[in-house]
């Protein structure tokens, strides 16, 4: 098993930046893909990047690709999501969630496919 505790969320303009960071405790984490997705108020949960277990392959939705990147220190096991270029419609509780990998590429988008998930940490961008 995998427990997963973020942090980083905060206060933020739009435009500005901020670093989630997912801390991961237990099973082996360099043989996990990892996903970020968030959820707003009267929202379901989205799914917003993920990073295969070898870290060669990530996927982003749409609406975050150019502004979001997600990496991987597996020696610090630690999965992060640096938001660039922030959004009040960025403005959502973010979780972190694994599952333990198949293929060095595999990656999903689907929170379903997720075994493990944080608690979440709050992100509000203010316009």
């Known amino acids: 098993q995998v427990q997963l505790v973020e942090s980083g969320g905060g206060l933020v303009q739009a435009g500005g930046s901020v670093r989630l960071s997912c801390a991961a405790s237990?099973?082996?984490?360099?043989?996990?893909?990892l996903g970020w997705f968030c959820q707003a108020p009267g929202k379901e949960r989205e799914f917003v990047a993920a990073?295969?277990?070898?870290?060669?392959?990530?996927l982003y939705a749409d609406s975050v690709k150019g502004r979001f990147t997600i990496s991987r220190d597996n020696a610090k096991n630690t999965v992060y999501l640096q938001m660039n270029s922030l959004k009040p419609e960025d403005t959502a509780v973010y979780y972190c969630?694994?599952?333990?990998?198949?293929?060095?590429?595999?990656?999903?988008?689907?929170?379903?496919?997720?075994?493990?998930w944080g608690q979440g940490t709050q992100v509000t961008v203010s316009s």
């Open positions: 237990g099973d082996t984490f360099s043989r996990y893909q």
């Open positions: 969630a694994a599952s333990y990998g198949r293929e060095r590429y595999y990656v999903t988008t689907r929170g379903a496919d997720y075994d493990y």
């Open positions: 990073i295969s277990w070898s870290g060669d392959n990530k």
